[in-house]
């Protein structure tokens, strides 16, 4: 084996090898700074993330009584409950005003069943045909308010990110 630090009686490192306790130490401390900086590194990558701005669009078409949210007589709003007069493209870009120089554009598009037939409505932003990125989806399982009754349906939203 190697040769041990040696330890006097009161605790102290012999003052040979002071040198070889500090470059044992540097090279810990030199592991703990690396390991830090790599995880600081990966925290960078979940937090500074693309799909932030097309989670706040949608929430925003899901919860505001400004959106597609269904809103009663008293004023109370639904979120989840998508307002089946309100699902239109007028309200979808005032909503969220997307136009041809934002390097984002939405669609959406309501899936629901009635009684005899499947009710299907696609609605997109300003600058939807501008765009000719990757398109990524997110699906919803909402409610629709349709006239007094209240359906199941599938709301799904389409993204597309331009370039920085």
């Known amino acids: 084996m190697g040769r041990a630090i040696k330890i006097n009686k009161k605790g102290l490192i012999s003052e040979a090898d002071k040198g070889l306790f500090w470059i044992i130490m540097l090279i810990f401390i030199g592991l703990i700074v690396a390991i830090a900086v790599a995880w600081t590194a990966s925290l960078r990558q979940i937090f500074v993330n693309n799909n932030v701005e097309p ?3 949608e929430a925003r078409v899901l919860y505001s009584p400004n959106c597609f949210a269904y809103k009663d007589d008293t004023g109370r709003v639904y979120t989840g409950v998508i307002d089946i ?13 997307l136009v041809g120089t934002a390097k984002h554009a ?21 600058n939807w045909g501008l765009n ?5 989806m997110t699906k919803y399982f909402v409610y629709v308010y349709d006239h007094g009754l209240e359906r199941p349906a599938i709301l799904t ?3 597309k990110a331009g370039s920085d």
Request: aromatic share 14%.
């Open 132 to 136: 000719a990125q990757k398109v990524t």
């Open 55 to 57: 989670t706040v669009y």
């Open 85 to 97: 007069e309100r699902f239109n493209e007028q309200v979808l870009r005032e909503c969220v005003p």
């Open 157 to 159: 939203f389409f993204h």
């Open 106 to 126: 939405m669609a959406a598009e309501i899936r629901m069943n009635t009684s005899n037939m499947q009710y299907v409505d696609f609605i997109e932003s300003q």
